[in-house]
């Protein structure tokens, strides 16, 4: 039990993070200390009617000895299944210069970084039932962070989003 605990405490900030309310749905990849975010991952997410609006963030938690600052950016491409099986993709290079003093979306707990991103507000989900969620680190060039310094990936929704 100790060392379960202790395997799952890291992880806590995260979890923390990608949670805005009781309407949350959620999901979340850990990556081992020494690989990083080596594969793709995918989240199922059941979505109801389109009556209701929704916002979706992407969490991360990352390793860093230094202040990860300046131009640095998190390359993600996404892929998003609809129920129908048609795929709708997107590209980001997710910023890591946020607002330090802003606690709902960065925290730094020694060598971790826990980072929540805004992804889109106001959704209308036209097709319920079950979307799948798929993302892949998506990097090159010199201002990325690497792939090694990632331990942790994730969506969340809210759908009391107003």
Same mark, same amino acid.
């Given at each position: 039990m100790k060392v379960w605990f202790s395997l799952f405490l890291p992880i806590l900030p995260l979890l923390w993070s990608c949670q805005t309310n009781g309407?949350?749905? &959620?999901?979340?990849?850990? #990556?081992?200390?020494?690989?990083? &975010?080596?594969?793709? !991952? =995918? #989240?199922n997410l059941d979505l109801p009617d389109s009556t209701a609006r929704f916002g979706m963030d992407i969490c991360a938690q990352i390793?860093?000895?230094? /202040?990860v600052i300046g131009n640095m950016s998190l390359p !993600?491409?996404?892929? #998003?299944? /609809?129920?129908? =099986?048609t795929l709708y993709c997107d590209t980001l290079r997710l910023p890591l210069n946020v607002r330090r003093d802003d606690k709902h979306h960065y925290n730094r707990n020694g060598h971790l970084i826990t980072v929540n991103w805004p992804y *889109?507000?106001?959704? !209308?989900? *036209?097709?319920p039932g079950r979307w799948i969620v798929s993302?892949?680190?998506?990097?090159?060039?010199?201002? *990325?962070?690497? /792939?090694e310094n990632v331990l942790a990936i994730g969506v969340s929704i809210n759908m009391n989003n107003k």
């Open positions: 309407g949350l749905k &959620w999901g979340m990849e850990t #990556f081992g200390h020494d690989e990083g &975010w080596n594969r793709k !991952v =995918s #989240f390793y860093g000895r230094e /202040a !993600v491409a996404m892929t #998003f299944m /609809a129920p129908d =099986s *889109r507000e106001e959704i !209308v989900n *036209r097709k993302m892949e680190y998506n990097g090159s060039g010199s201002d *990325r962070l690497p /792939a």
